[in-house]
């Protein structure tokens, strides 16, 4: 079974810059669109941005349209999320999610097949 594991995390000022990384054990990533995923305290879990199985494809939320950035690199089996100019309101545990279908949607979050655990950030002064 795919497992996933997000890492880089933490406490960061507003207006900062922190970048996520999905990485696979036992499989490979290449057969799997990658998303990643937010909750935070007290809201339901929200797509915030996925990347289809080439890297070819990225859809964001609008809410990090222009700030967020994500990546892969299917050689290293890892999947990153650039955030730039960083909210409070973005402080969320974030989380990785995989499916085998070709491409996935940030409104489909009970479409994934596979999740991590979660790694938290805040963003506070």
């Known amino acids: 079974q795919l497992q996933l594991v997000e890492s880089g995390g933490g406490l960061v000022q507003p207006g900062g810059s922190l970048r996520l990384s999905c990485e696979a054990s036992?499989?490979?990533?290449?057969?799997?669109?990658i998303g990643w995923f937010r909750q935070a305290p007290g809201k339901e879990r929200e797509g915030v941005s996925c990347i289809s199985k080439s890297g070819g494809s990225t859809n964001y939320a609008d809410s990090v349209k222009g700030r967020f950035t994500i990546s892969r690199d299917n050689a290293k089996n890892t999947v990153y999320l650039q955030m730039n100019s960083l909210k409070p309101e973005d402080t969320a545990v974030y989380y990785c999610?995989?499916?085998?279908?070709?491409?996935?949607?940030?409104?489909?979050?009970?479409?994934?097949?596979?999740w991590g655990k979660g790694t938290l950030v805040t963003v506070s002064s």
């Open positions: 036992v499989f490979t990533l290449n057969y799997y669109a």
């Open positions: 999610a995989a499916t085998v279908r070709g491409m996935c949607s940030p409104r489909e979050v009970n479409a994934m097949d596979y």
